[in-house]
């Protein structure tokens, strides 16, 4: 990247041009970000991943912004129009809109109503008009009637044409236009009279907002309504207001043949400058609310896949149904198989009394503690089931209700048949619903994230886009909790920093032929992990059958000899033993942080994070996230009442507000008005996926199945 790039990209990020230039030389050099971000702190000043990854999606950016620059100066050169001046505002761009006006009027070009009237001669005429060239128009035309131009109206009307689509190349003009419509024009959306789509967007019959507020979940509707037939979708901005700036603007009242100059202005602008502008605007509105969903939808998947984990108990999975009836498997402590059955305690059967029977059995054989329902279909009736059942006293556990989707495209999943190839698809679907519940992150990863749905329209947004974020969310998540290499499944270890498909299956293989690994240094004999592989990923992969304590830690293979060190040097017993000392030492302040970094010739950050790894060895960060709500009884919609209290936990977050799990078939919406007595920008400021909350019911639907929630006491 060139310096004026990497200033660009500092003042977005309001951080200096060396952290710029130290995370891009990282990233070239084929460094991930989960890696920089925890192991190469002192050359960035210690980014995050949020910044180092808006880095890495500049660096693409400007590397195709220069590959197209590239093009476009081959494309002029050959028309030998390339002069310095116009090299110059090239090479200077850094907008990819701005690159574009500039080669507008270089672009090879269909046949236009400007380029017949210069095959007819007009141009000279054209020139002659716009130069200010005094007299009177039609003796002027007239010199330029042939076989070709008829009648002087005909010239007039071709300078015109060359004249307008010249406005319309006018690079300043188009941007003032394009600046204008986004701070000044209107969103306008009406219903189509004949579209059997019209009852859901009844909002957007008659409906105007400004450009420059409007959010985007209400861009993705209006596009989806115009995707299928339902409503016409335009721009507007006051066209005789910007005609007359336009005119005052590029030709000035005192110029000769102002009059017709206007009438070329107006006709450029309605026929050429506007609906050009305004499709360039339209994308950028879909491109913006396209990347917001993505990010709403991005960080509910983090929140969700971070959601902490139920260790150490045996539970019972649900899939619920109706007419096949509700599958049941029991996975142990580890998250193994046990045993499982199918019953049908909803209508149209209700066989209650066996399938009271078959549950009771299974809990009290496996002494199993939890029982997670899918949240599909008669998930109601199921939860109802359950809790008859904890509160006649038969079953001594408790019950959630989990988030379902995705466990059916897992259940057909290759993954899905190599963990479970004895097993039909209709038992591993509720293993997953066990399961994650007992490790979600471990489970989740195995699904493909778009079917996971924790985000709004997204299934209108660039599917593209929304890979590339939603890998780069599981990813992070991963390195973020670290993976225990002799136990993680193939789809965890993938997503391993410095990891990938050949190489996790090789670990897996390395480990059914040789058994476990005992040392992070063993990694290397892994076929297909060099020095680079195992310097990206050794610090996330934690291996608990090493005689080496250190490989227990996120402490880096290459920080060892220092750690050994910062024991000498304190006179400790080099033992996990030790970690109350350090943790004493480093609080009690004794110790100068600064000098003792340059002594063991470490820096700063790299040392706290040793320390931090030896206080808190077994942190996850999954546990700082709120716990999973549990539940002994049943609520239902016909039970609530305005202004009652009810708890839950957040679903789903999305631009205009969250949906709140109370356990019943819909969950009720918190709209983002009500989530706080100050004004709230974005709902992810005030609430996580997951996160528990007490509300107030403010409005209740009840034939439609809608609650309204307020979080304002």
């Known amino acids: 990247m060139n310096s004026r790039e990497i200033k660009l990209i500092a003042e977005e990020l309001s951080i200096k041009t060396i952290q710029v230039e130290k995370a891009a030389e990282l990233l070239s050099d084929g460094n991930t970000v989960p890696f920089i971000a925890r192991y190469r702190k002192e050359l960035t000043m ?7 990854r808006h880095i890495e999606s500049r660096m693409l950016y400007f590397n195709k912004l220069r590959e197209r620059k590239i093009t476009i100066i081959q494309t002029i050169e050959k028309l030998e129009k390339l002069t310095p ?54 003796k002027m035309a007239a010199e330029y009637l042939s076989d070709k131009v008829k009648t002087v109206a005909e010239a007039l009307q071709g300078a015109s044409d060359i004249l307008a689509e010249h406005f319309n190349e006018l690079a300043d003009l188009r941007g003032f ?20 789509k019209l009852a859901d967007y009844e909002m957007y019959h008659e409906f ?20 299928e037939d339902a409503l016409r979708v335009t721009l507007d901005l006051d066209s005789e207001k910007m005609i007359n700036l336009l005119s005052e603007r590029v030709l000035g009242r005192r110029r000769p043949h102002f009059d017709f100059l206007k009438k070329v202005m ?57 007419r096949t009836g509700c599958k049941v498997a029991v996975i142990s402590e580890t998250g193994n198989y046990l045993a499982g059955t199918t019953i049908y305690p909803t209508p149209p059967h209700k066989e209650l009394v066996r399938s009271e029977a078959a549950i009771t059995e299974l809990v009290q054989k496996y002494k199993v503690e939890i029982i997670a329902i899918g949240n599909g279909t008669a998930s109601r009736e199921t939860a109802e089931f359950i809790a008859s059942l904890i509160k006649k006293g038969k079953i001594n556990v408790k019950y959630t209700v989990v988030n379902e989707a995705g466990a059916s495209v897992y259940s057909a999943s290759p993954i899905a048949k190599e963990e479970f190839p004895e097993l039909e698809a209709s038992t591993r679907g509720n293993i997953s619903i066990a399961r994650r519940l007992q490790d979600p992150l471990a489970e989740l990863v195995k699904i493909d994230p778009k079917s996971i749905g924790v985000g709004q329209y997204q299934h209108d947004v660039n599917q593209n886009l929304l890979m590339e974020a939603l890998d780069k969310v599981i990813e992070s998540a991963v390195n973020s909790v670290g993976v225990d290499v002799n136990t993680a499944s193939r789809p965890l270890l993938e997503r391993v920093s410095g990891l990938n498909k050949t190489t996790a299956r090789n670990i897996v293989q390395y480990r059914n032929e040789k058994g476990a690994l005992r040392s992070r240094e063993e990694l290397l004999k892994v076929k297909g992990i060099g ?4 310097q990206q990923a050794a610090g996330f992969l934690k291996i608990y059958e ?36 350090i943790k004493y030492i480093k609080e009690s302040g004794v110790l100068n942080i600064a000098e003792f970094a ?98 107030t019911v403010i409005s209740l639907d009840i034939i439609r199945g809608r609650i309204g929630l307020s979080l304002i006491d």
């Open 46 to 52: 210690a980014l995050d991943e949020e910044q180092l």
């Open 85 to 138: 001046e116009l090299m110059a505002l090239i090479e200077k761009c850094v907008d990819a809109q701005e690159l574009e006006d500039i080669y507008l009027p270089y672009k090879p070009k269909k046949r236009t109503r400007a380029t017949i009237a210069k095959e007819k001669g007009l141009q000279p005429l054209a020139d002659r008009i716009y130069g200010a060239e005094p007299g009177d128009l039609g």
């Open 177 to 196: 236009v394009r600046f204008t419509l986004q701070k000044e024009g209107l969103v306008i959306s009406k219903a189509k009279e004949k579209s059997d």
């Open 208 to 227: 105007a907002e400004a450009v420059e507020t409007i959010p985007a979940h209400r861009i993705l509707a209006i596009n989806r309504g115009e995707k």
């Open 266 to 322: 107006e006709d450029s602008y309605k026929r050429l400058i506007f609906p050009s502008v305004e499709r360039e605007l339209r994308h950028l509105l879909s491109e913006k609310a396209e990347k917001q969903a993505v990010e709403v939808f991005a960080k509910n998947l983090y929140q969700l896949l971070m959601q902490p984990p139920v260790r150490g108990k045996r539970i019972i999975g649900i899939d619920p149904a109706y």
């Open 531 to 534: 020095a680079k592989a195992y």
């Open 546 to 581: 090493s005689s080496n304590w250190l490989d227990h830690s996120t402490i880096h293979p290459e920080s060892y000899d220092a750690t050994k060190k910062i024991f000498k040097k304190l006179k400790l017993n080099f033992s996990p033993e030790s970690a109350i000392d």
């Open 598 to 695: 340059e002594e063991l010739n470490i820096g700063r950050y790299t040392l706290n994070d040793i320390f931090e790894a030896l206080i808190r060895p077994d942190r996850d960060p999954r546990e700082e996230m709120p716990p999973v709500n549990f539940r002994e009884d049943v609520l239902r919609i016909e039970d609530l009442k305005e202004g009652m209290k009810v708890k839950g936990a957040v679903q789903n977050i999305t631009d205009f507000g969250a949906f709140i799990d109370l356990g019943l078939k819909n969950a009720g919406l918190v709209h983002i008005s009500k989530m706080a007595k100050k004004f709230v920008k974005n709902p992810h400021e005030v609430l996580k996926v997951g996160q528990q909350v007490e509300a």
